[in-house]
């Protein structure tokens, strides 16, 4: 009788059956929930902390690398002028490219400086205060440098004094927050300055390519040609270095555990910084090396001339560089994505 239906102990090896199956299927049901929420808890966890940047230390030798390069450069060229004119015109034409090596040179010694300070401490003032500090030791070094190899006039104090204010500036860039962004913009414009220095070998060939000829409009058209040439390239390998360092740092920050890799908006400035940095250049250019492009540019009609060809050139190339560099970084990103019906099978 015991066991019938309806019986006392019937009742229990049927509750049993039926509650074990229920059981399974609330925790089947509820295992994935539990996953995403734990998984979104250690993502929103992780996003307090930004993700470290990687070979800081590489980084800040070849910046620095690249700025004495330039500096030495520079002094051969002007060495080289039979008369203070022509040095006064070579040391025009040569200020960006210094600026530029100085601007990227303090940032990267900066972060190289500001990283281990970060990992140490959340104190973001102490941060921008080793970076600031490392910037200005760049740049006073490079001013020392000036001075001493150098012809002490005019144009070596301004050539000096605009360096080491760019070093400074770039000191003060690599105090952000964000490292990996600040690296990946590091990486990006030095490996664009590089390429701006490199492709000077293929000017001539693509001079011809575009149809220079001997009248005045087609040298125009295909100089137009080449620089738009130069710009593009320059562009898409920003994006492509600054994707390429910034998913190195996700990785890391991934297999590390300890932040959270960069997301889409981080890659949208690291394309864009190498132009944006350019463009920086520019303005330190226009301020702090003024009176040297006066000078040169009160030379002669042609020098003036010159000065205004060559200043509009370098800020369409900062701004193609910016766009194509911007656009280039988001696309890699975006394409590295699964599609939403992907995530949801």
């Given at each position: 009788?015991?066991?019938?239906?309806g019986?006392?102990?019937?009742?229990?090896?049927d509750?049993?059956?039926?509650?074990?199956?229920?059981?399974d299927?609330?925790?089947?049901?509820?295992?994935?929930?539990a996953?995403?929420?734990?998984?979104?808890?250690?993502?929103?966890l992780?996003?307090?902390?930004?993700a470290?940047?990687?070979?800081?230390?590489?980084?800040?030798?070849?910046?620095?690398?690249?700025?004495?390069?330039m500096?030495?450069s520079?002094?051969?060229?002007?060495?080289?002028?039979?008369?203070?004119?022509?040095?006064?015109?070579?040391?025009?034409?040569?200020?960006?490219?210094?600026?530029?090596?100085?601007?990227?040179?303090?940032?990267?010694?900066?972060?190289?400086?500001?990283?281990?300070v970060a990992?140490?401490t959340?104190?973001?003032?102490?941060?921008?205060?080793?970076?600031?500090?490392?910037?200005l030791?760049v740049?006073?070094?490079?001013?020392?440098?000036?001075d001493?190899s150098y012809?002490?006039?005019?144009?070596?104090?301004?050539i000096?004094?605009?360096?080491a204010?760019?070093a400074?500036?770039?000191?003060?860039?690599?105090?952000a927050?964000?490292?990996?962004?600040?690296?990946a913009?590091?990486?990006?414009a030095l490996?664009t300055?590089?390429?701006?220095?490199?492709?000077?070998?293929?000017?001539?060939?693509?001079?011809?390519?575009?149809?220079a000829?001997?009248?005045?409009?087609?040298?125009?058209?295909?100089?137009?040609w080449?620089?738009?040439?130069?710009?593009?390239?320059?562009?898409?390998?920003?994006?492509?270095?600054?994707?390429?360092y910034?998913?190195?740092?996700?990785?890391?920050?991934?297999?590390?555990?300890?932040?959270?890799?960069?997301?889409?908006?981080?890659?949208?400035?690291?394309g864009?910084?190498?132009g944006?940095?350019?463009?920086?250049?520019?303005?330190?250019?226009?301020?702090?090396?003024?009176?040297?492009?006066?000078?040169?540019?009160?030379l002669s009609?042609?020098?003036a001339v010159?000065?205004t060809?060559?200043?509009?050139?370098?800020?369409?190339?900062?701004?193609?560089?910016?766009?194509?560099g911007?656009?280039?970084a988001?696309?890699?990103?975006?394409?590295t994505l699964?599609?939403?019906?992907?995530?949801?099978?």
């Amino acid at each position: 009788m015991s066991n019938e239906p309806g019986g006392p102990t019937a009742a229990q090896p049927d509750q049993s059956d039926t509650a074990d199956p229920g059981a399974d299927d609330r925790s089947g049901a509820a295992g994935p929930d539990a996953d995403d929420q734990s998984g979104a808890a250690g993502d929103h966890l992780d996003a307090s902390r930004p993700a470290p940047a990687p070979a800081t230390t590489a980084l800040a030798l070849l910046a620095t690398g690249w700025l004495a390069a330039m500096l030495w450069s520079t002094r051969e060229a002007i060495s080289s002028a039979t008369a203070g004119v022509t040095a006064v015109s070579l040391s025009a034409f040569a200020l960006p490219g210094v600026i530029s090596a100085a601007l990227v040179a303090g940032a990267a010694v900066g972060l190289a400086a500001g990283e281990p300070v970060a990992r140490r401490t959340e104190r973001v003032t102490l941060r921008f205060a080793v970076a600031i500090g490392a910037g200005l030791l760049v740049g006073l070094l490079a001013a020392l440098a000036i001075d001493l190899s150098y012809a002490g006039d005019v144009t070596t104090r301004t050539i000096a004094g605009t360096t080491a204010a760019a070093a400074v500036i770039g000191g003060a860039l690599a105090g952000a927050r964000n490292g990996a962004v600040v690296g990946a913009v590091v990486a990006a414009a030095l490996g664009t300055l590089i390429f701006v220095v490199a492709f000077s070998v293929a000017r001539d060939p693509l001079f011809n390519l575009f149809g220079a000829g001997d009248s005045q409009q087609s040298l125009v058209n295909a100089a137009s040609w080449v620089s738009r040439t130069e710009s593009l390239l320059a562009g898409l390998i920003a994006g492509g270095l600054a994707f390429g360092y910034l998913t190195w740092a996700r990785r890391r920050a991934v297999r590390d555990g300890g932040a959270a890799g960069p997301r889409w908006p981080a890659y949208l400035v690291a394309g864009a910084g190498p132009g944006l940095l350019l463009l920086l250049s520019e303005v330190i250019i226009r301020i702090g090396g003024r009176s040297l492009i006066d000078l040169a540019a009160a030379l002669s009609e042609a020098d003036a001339v010159a000065q205004t060809s060559l200043g509009t050139s370098r800020v369409d190339n900062a701004i193609w560089v910016l766009f194509v560099g911007a656009l280039t970084a988001v696309v890699s990103f975006g394409r590295t994505l699964g599609a939403p019906a992907d995530d949801e099978a």
